[in-house]
């Protein structure tokens, strides 16, 4: 496996659920050396569920780690390197059910993971992630009766899904970005969306308002294998 290989895994059964939000509630958040990415003047921040099966730490799989749920709350940024714009992910927060992947991703990446039962419902038309909060079982479900295919490259559904770049703002002020590698997924718009989370007490008062609005949108996503490289500090 090439050395620039930090993690490989599929990502599978993606629920991604999109809010509007005001710039300014991302600011504190935005990693330095990029700047917001926006939809049509829109800024966006998004609740996903998603399974992680098949992990592959450095090439090697690590018993009882291999497959779990993940829910994730994210925004969207930008890096111009060269002439090239580097679209990527910010994680405002991730949730996972075991504290080894939180005590790896925190320690290398800085990432803000922590770690809560979790439980998950798959079926070809349906996903749904719970996770427990002090305020007792948050709920994720999204579910379709549309048609899946890869949407077009200017589509709302690419913008959410295809940004191949993540960035992790570091403890001394600096920025971590790294590549992630996939193919483009096959995707359908989400139907019925419900999503039944203790926002105050998760992510904050600042994203309450927020995340009690109507999405502007839902997407379901089969997902496929990833490769996730090495960081590099800006």
Known sequence: MPESVFL???WLNLALVNYKVEPDVLAPYVPAGTEIDLWEG??????????FLKTKLLGVPIPFHRDFPEVNLRFYVRREVEGEVRRGVVFIKEIVPLHAVT???RGIYNENYVTLPMREEITADSFQYEWRSKEGW???R??????????DLDSEASFVAEHYWGY???RDGSTLEYEVEHPRWRMANADDVEYDCD???????????????EPVSAFMAEGSEVVVRRGVRL
């Not at 829109?42 to 399974?51: E, I």
């Open 8 to 10: 490989t895994a599929d």
């Open 42 to 51: 829109r800024c966006y921040v998004s609740v996903v569920g998603l399974q």
């Open 103 to 105: 005590w790896v991703a």
């Open 138 to 140: 948050n709920r994720l």
């Open 142 to 151: 999204t579910e379709t009766r549309g048609e899946w295919s890869v949407p």
């Open 168 to 170: 992790a703002a570091q």
């Open 199 to 213: 926002v105050a007490g998760l992510y904050g008062d600042e994203f309450v308002e927020v995340l009690s609005r």
